[in-house]
C-alpha cells in the first residue's frame, strides 16, 4: 500500500534559517504530492503540490521538487520567519482513475521559529 | 475561511450527552471526510463520503455515527462517549477525483469530561 514517511519533529530554528523537512513516500503507482500546513488552532491548509515528476511546487516561499528516483518531496524555505511556526504534513494521492479520493498523510513534523 | 465550516469550534459535553458537529461546504466537492486528530497521534481518517454514500467506515466505534444529508453537509452524531474522545475533529471536502487535494475545515476541539 501507499505510505508518506517524514523526518520526526520537533525542528526548531531560529529566525532567517534555511529549512528542511524530509519527505519520501512508497506508492505504486504515479501519485501527485502535496503539503499541508496547520497553524495553532487551525485546520490544515493546502501549501504546494506537484502532479508529477520533476515538477517544482512553490507558495510563500516554501519550495518541494518531486523526485521520482529518490521518491521524495523534501520540504524547503531559504528564510523561515516566526510566523512559519505550525505542523506540516505531506500526503501523497495515487492517481489510479475511477473514485480515488484517498489521500495518505505523514504524521507530521512540527516547526517551531524563534525570533 | 477556507471554504469548509466547522461548527461549533468548540465543545465540552458530558460522557451522557449527545451533541453533533455540523460540517457544510459549498465548493462543489462531491467527496467529504471525517478525521479525528489527537495529541502526539496521526491523522486518523474516521469516515468518507462520496456522493452522499458512505464508502469508508475505519473501525470507528458506534457512539460515533455519521450523516451526509446532500452533497453540502456532513455531520457526526456524538452519543455516550468516552474522555479519550477528546480531540480536534477535522473535516474535509474533495472532488471524487482527489488528485486537486482536500480542503480542510479548522475543525472542532471536543473535550468529554
Known amino acids: 500500500g501507499n505510505s508518506v514517511t517524514q523526518m520526526e519533529g520537533p525542528v526548531t530554528l531560529s529566525e532567517e534559517a534555511f529549512l528542511t523537512i524530509n519527505c519520501t513516500y512508497t506508492?505504486?503507482?504515479?501519485?501527485?504530492l502535496f503539503w499541508y500546513v496547520q497553524y495553532p488552532g487551525e485546520g490544515l491548509q493546502l501549501l504546494l503540490k506537484?502532479?508529477?515528476?520533476?515538477d517544482k511546487g512553490s507558495n510563500k516561499g516554501f519550495e518541494a521538487t518531486y523526485r521520482k528516483e529518490t521518491t521524495s518531496f523534501h520540504l524547503e524555505k531559504g528564510s523561515v520567519q516566526v510566523s512559519d511556526s505550525a505542523v506540516y504534513f505531506c500526503?501523497?494521492?495515487?492517481?489510479?482513475?475511477?473514485?480515488?479520493?484517498?489521500?495518505?498523510f505523514g504524521k507530521g513534523t512540527l516547526l517551531t521559529v524563534n525570533p | 475561511e477556507t471554504g469548509v465550516t466547522q461548527t461549533p469550534r468548540h465543545l465540552v459535553m458530558g460522557m451522557t450527552n449527545k451533541k453533533s458537529l455540523k460540517c457544510e461546504q459549498h465548493?462543489?466537492?462531491?467527496?467529504m471526510y471525517w478525521y479525528k486528530q489527537s495529541a502526539k497521534k496521526p491523522l486518523e481518517l474516521m469516515f468518507v463520503?462520496?456522493?452522499?454514500?458512505?464508502?469508508e467506515n475505519n473501525s470507528v466505534p458506534s457512539r460515533f455515527s455519521p450523516e451526509c444529508p446532500n452533497s453540502s453537509h456532513l455531520f457526526l452524531h456524538l452519543h455516550t462517549l468516552q474522555p479519550e474522545d477528546s480531540a480536534l475533529y477535522l473535516c474535509?471536502?474533495?472532488?471524487?477525483?482527489?488528485?486537486?487535494?482536500?480542503?480542510f475545515g479548522s475543525g472542532t476541539r471536543l473535550t468529554v469530561v
Open positions: 506537484a502532479t508529477k515528476a520533476d
Open positions: 500526503a501523497l494521492h495515487e492517481n489510479s482513475g475511477g473514485s480515488n479520493y484517498k489521500l495518505t
Open positions: 474535509a471536502s474533495s472532488h471524487r477525483q482527489g488528485g486537486y487535494g482536500y480542503t
Open positions: 465548493l462543489g466537492h462531491n467527496a
Open positions: 506508492a505504486t503507482g504515479y501519485p501527485s
Open positions: 463520503y462520496s456522493l452522499e454514500e458512505r464508502v
